[in-house]
């Protein structure tokens, strides 16, 4: 009867495993030193070899020679626990012996001595199966089991293993096999068989195994049955469902081209062929990241999973590209893979998905639009519309025209005028007899005040409303005049907490809310010229420039 390439190749020895050194090398160390625990837990990936490890290690400990690293394989332990046939080692598949009383039957035969062999050995596969009760009834017995019995508890997901457990036993985890080791395991095979196997076909199958040598070894056997002696790459992918270089190429070439059809043809060609929409997602999503990490590490990296030739395609690819588009085209390809695993109309979703890749290749940077704004006195690009001439600065301009005089955006202020709050100079301001009657002098005291210390608590809001409120003094009474849209921000006891730490005694705190009179006018002027001049600034009317559609909502002073 005919028996699969994956159990006819499997490893009888530490020697002939690869990708596991980790675990090799602790576990030749305890036998050599007689450091045999009773209970371990193998976990990883699935097709990594914890099942054949599981069985090695049986035949280390029950060989005629051992306990030992290398079994001579040639006694009656060693055969019978090759084929599967050895009274004292025990498998047990915990996805269909996962209750309670299967797991007190595994405890009662533990009592009994082995019937030949040195060790009793029990390996449980998908043990995370197991319930929590099985776990419980068993958990005895893995914390003090006779001095004959070795657990060896196999899984793909060990995060479900109990902790109770996993704390009694050693763990090993399992290691994706690097694609390098998988290829030259599948070359020394198809040596052996007599098959003629390329490079690029070996880099199919072992691209189809994801780090898991069994589906890789699995994925041979099938090309075997479909192309014969001599297997073809083309063959092979049209086999695996999967896409080549050259077909997702097409691809790239939309992108580098912008051409918006060719992508909706691709989706066409697609479907007419009976493609999954799905899988070519998955796989563009792997052509992208690759196309990246070429660009990033070169076209010699271990971190491709392809053949030389293909890598260097790859990288000449990533080279029509920059590294920021990549990583652009990568993250839309993730989200829309992401949503097409739930799409009930999956093609209208990917020729959606496309036409955004060519959309986001279009797009410039915000560093560049910045970088062009920054310092730069060159006029604007031809391409913006309606473009400001910037003002024309001249040593010494003529005498302007009375009747068509423009105002300039920042008139200097008039003598009469109090400087601004921002200014630089440290002259006290003149007072105009002209301007609005001030605040009563005991008011700015406390504005002032109240504002600092609402600002170093951290009360922004309440700040800005004691900033906008005129406030007055008497009889040991503070009183609040605010307007009414700081109503929600002005809290009695907020400016009760605040006025105790300012004076260091409690003090009457009456809010009333209406518009400050002699207050108001000079705020909004105030605020007004602060606007204007913003404005009327070189480079925000440049910003404006590019960014048309742009609103300036709000303008603050920051040295106030």
Request: proline content about 8%; overall charge negative.
């Amino acid at each position: 009867m005919y028996q699969v390439i994956a159990r006819k190749y499997r490893p009888q020895s530490f020697a002939e495993l690869i990708g596991q050194e980790h675990v090799r090398t602790t576990l030749e160390n305890a036998i050599a030193q007689g450091r045999i625990a009773h209970g371990y837990i193998f976990s990883g990936q699935r097709g990594t070899g914890k099942t054949t490890v599981a069985r090695i290690l049986a035949r280390c400990l029950n060989c005629v020679q051992g306990p030992t690293a290398t079994p001579d394989g040639t006694c009656a332990s060693c055969l019978e626990i090759a084929a599967g046939n050895s009274p004292d080692v025990i498998e047990i598949d915990a996805a269909s012996n996962r209750g309670i009383n299967e797991m007190r039957e595994l405890r009662e035969n533990v009592r009994y001595r082995p019937a030949r062999d040195r060790y009793k050995i029990f390996i449980v596969d998908e043990a995370h199966q197991i319930t929590s009760e099985a776990f419980n009834a068993l958990l005895k017995t893995l914390e003090e089991p006779p001095e004959w019995a070795v657990f060896v508890l196999c899984t793909t997901e060990a995060h479900k293993i109990a902790t109770t457990i996993a704390s009694r036993c050693q763990q090993f985890s399992f290691r994706s096999v690097e694609f390098g080791e998988v290829v030259k395991r599948m070359e020394e095979i198809c040596a052996k068989e007599g098959i003629q196997a390329g490079p690029e076909v070996l880099s199919v199958l072992a691209q189809a195994g994801e780090g898991s040598v069994r589906d890789s070894l699995s994925a041979l056997d099938q090309a075997i049955a479909c192309c014969g002696a001599t297997l073809d790459a083309a063959e092979v992918r049209g086999m695996l469902g999967m896409f080549s270089l050259d077909s997702l190429g097409q691809v790239s070439d939309a992108l580098r081209a912008e051409d918006s059809r060719k992508m909706l043809d691709l989706v066409m060609e697609l479907e007419r062929n009976g493609r999954s929409l799905q899988h070519f997602c998955r796989e563009l999503a792997r052509y992208f990241r690759n196309l990246l990490v070429a660009k990033v590490a070169g076209a010699d990296t271990r971190l491709i999973a392809a053949s030389p030739r293909e890598q260097e395609r790859l990288a000449e690819i990533a080279n029509g590209f920059s590294e920021e588009d990549l990583t652009r085209y990568l993250q839309l390809t993730l989200d829309l893979f992401k949503d097409m695993q739930f799409s009930l109309q999956p093609r209208l979703h990917l020729e959606v998905g496309l036409l955004r890749l060519i959309q986001a290749g279009k797009l410039m940077p915000i560093e560049e639009a910045l970088a062009d704004l920054g310092g730069s006195s060159a006029p604007p690009a031809p391409s913006l519309k309606s473009p400001i001439p910037p003002p024309v600065r001249s040593a010494a301009p003529p005498a302007p025209d009375p009747r068509s005089q423009v105002p300039s955006p920042q008139p200097p202020a008039p003598p009469s005028k109090p400087p601004a709050a921002n200014s630089l100079s440290t002259a006290p301001p003149v007072p105009n007899p002209q301007s609005p009657a001030p605040v009563a002098s005991s008011a700015t005291p406390w504005r002032e005040r109240l504002h600092s210390a609402l600002l170093e608590a951290g009360m922004q809001f309440t700040a800005d409303a004691v900033e906008h409120s005129e406030i007055a003094e008497s009889n040991g009474e503070l009183r609040f005049t605010t307007p009414e849209e700081f109503k929600l921000a002005l809290n009695e006891k907020d400016i009760l907490k605040v006025v105790q730490k300012i004076t260091g005694r409690p003090m009457r705190i009456k809010i009333a809310f209406g518009t400050p009179e002699a207050k108001a006018a000079p705020l909004e002027k105030k605020r007004d010229d602060v606007a204007e001049r913003a404005l009327a600034n070189d480079e925000v009317r440049r910003f404006q420039e590019v960014f048309p559609e742009s609103q300036v909502r709000v303008v603050r002073d920051l040295k106030q």
